[in-house]
T-cell receptor
Framework: EAGVAQSPRYKIIEKRQSVAFWCNPISGHATLYWYQQILGQGPKLLIQ????????DSQLPKDRFSAERLKGVDSTLKIQPAKLEDSAVYLC?????????????FGAGTRLSVL | KQEVTQIPAALSVPEGENLVLNCSFT??????LQWFRQDPGKGLTSLLL?????REQTSGRLNASLDKSSGRSTLYIAASQPGDSATYLC??????????FGDGTTLTVKP
């Protein structure tokens, strides 16, 4: 079974530029998550999708961050414009095969450096 | 608002030692709790999932316990090996699938 795929693995941009990350969850998983992990901290949930609907985006900085999950499969996370404090690893996770299962499976992440 | 704390932030032990990692949470109304391992530059790998009705789960040399009423979980690692060196994170989950993570404990096992 293929795992959660993310791209790119690394991205370096200058502040005020825009950037987009892509995630392909495990096949059949209805729930998809985007997390931001700053160095030395645990992941912080940015947005949670159930199929193609948003369940929780309370911690998403909506003035600069946006995310979509077209057709309930792949997802993209965009930052526009980026700030220095956005430097972090962006993790995608999926869950949901089988009732009552919320074991999350994580991708390798995208490491973003904003200069 | 759920808060998750992991103590200690870092731990260094000699190979072969048994050790305990701690996780505490402020809101006991949880659905389950999950322990993860994270290697440098990598994503998170799930180690153990404990449902709120369970007291413990075991996988190989790992044993996780849960005391929901006191807001605590522990991860016990027996006979530690250098390959166990990583950051260990606990996450507390609601029945809606929302997770709150601690900041992790970075473990170093010295040969």
């Amino acid at each position: 079974e293929a795992g959660v795929a993310q791209s790119p693995r690394y991205k370096i941009i200058e502040k005020r530029q825009s950037v987009a990350f892509w995630c392909n969850p495990i096949s059949g998983h209805a729930t998809l998550y985007w997390y931001q992990q700053i160095l030395g901290q645990g992941p912080k949930l940015l947005i949670q999708f159930q199929n193609n609907g948003v369940v929780d985006d309370s911690q998403l900085p909506k003035d600069r961050f946006s995310a979509e999950r077209l057709k309930g499969v792949d997802s993209t996370l965009k930052i526009q414009p980026a700030k220095l404090e956005d430097s972090a690893v962006y993790l995608c996770a999926s869950s949901g095969r089988g009732p009552g299962s919320n074991i999350q499976y994580f991708g390798a992440g995208t490491r973003l450096s904003v200069l | 608002k759920q808060e998750v704390t992991q103590i200690p932030a870092a731990l260094s032990v000699p190979e072969g030692e048994n050790l305990v990692l701690n996780c505490s949470f402020t809101d006991s109304a949880i659905y389950n709790l999950q322990w993860f391992r994270q290697d440098p530059g990598k994503g998170l790998t799930s180690l153990l999932l404990i449902q709120s009705s369970q007291r413990e789960q075991t996988s190989g040399r790992l044993n996780a316990s849960l005391d929901k009423s006191s807001g605590r979980s522990t991860l016990y690692i027996a006979a530690s090996q250098p390959g166990d060196s990583a950051t260990y994170l606990c996450a507390v989950n609601t029945n809606a699938g929302k997770s709150t993570f601690g900041d992790g404990t970075t473990l170093t096992v010295k040969p």
